[in-house]
């Protein structure tokens, strides 16, 4: 059968052109680049194109597994959480003056493992009640710290360090079963601290 039209053929992201007739060129196209090509015989030039195709579709293949792999291992990764975690963020007492006028517009940011939250900015204030409620996922019980930093949120330059402190999982644990309510003194600055709620749940899962 002879063609009569130049016929494209798609796999993945790669576009093979071939010529019409008995012409024996080819052209590849890969993401905008077009690359022509030209065998000996036409017979050589289908035979090139099937090899391309075939690389193609197993290059395409291995990529789709490899994604696959990743979801399946941020899925477990997430299913091997042994606990949720709530943080209550309530207030925070004396903070530094980071502003002209002898007052911050504070917010607190708590850390656990790769997971992050933060309140929402009080403008104006050393007394901020921010009441947030925050949800983790425990991954290790005994090693996992909780860590909360307040900044003075600035609009037209970096937020300023309001100070910083931390806790560790397996010291609450140890301490009971919460809930538990506290007050931590914050490091790194001459006066403030912060009080918080927090409760442990290891029959709930994030």
Known sequence: HTHTHTHKQTLGVLVIFVCPGSDSCFHLSHV???????????LERDRW???????????????????????????RSVEKGV?????????????RAADPGGKSDPYC??????????????????????????????????????????????????DDFLGRTELSVSSLWKSGRGPWRKALVLQGVDTGEIRINLEVNTSRRV
């Not at 099937?50 to 941020?74: C, G």
């Not at 403008?123 to 909360?148: A, G, N, S, V």
């Open 32 to 42: 905008g680049k077009v690359i022509s090509l030209k065998a000996d015989t036409r």
């Open 49 to 75: 194109v099937s090899k391309i195709l075939e690389a193609n579709s197993l290059f395409v293949k291995r990529l789709r597994e490899m994604k696959e792999r990743t979801t399946a291992a941020r899925k």
């Open 83 to 95: 606990a949720a975690l709530m943080v209550h963020v309530l207030e925070g007492k004396d903070l």
């Open 109 to 158: 940011q708590v850390t656990v493992g790769q997971e992050e939250h933060r309140t929402q900015v009080i403008l104006e204030t050393l007394h901020p009640r921010w009441d947030h409620k925050m949800l983790f996922t425990l991954h290790d019980m005994e090693k996992e710290m909780i860590c909360f930093t307040v900044y003075d949120h600035d609009r037209f330059s970096p």
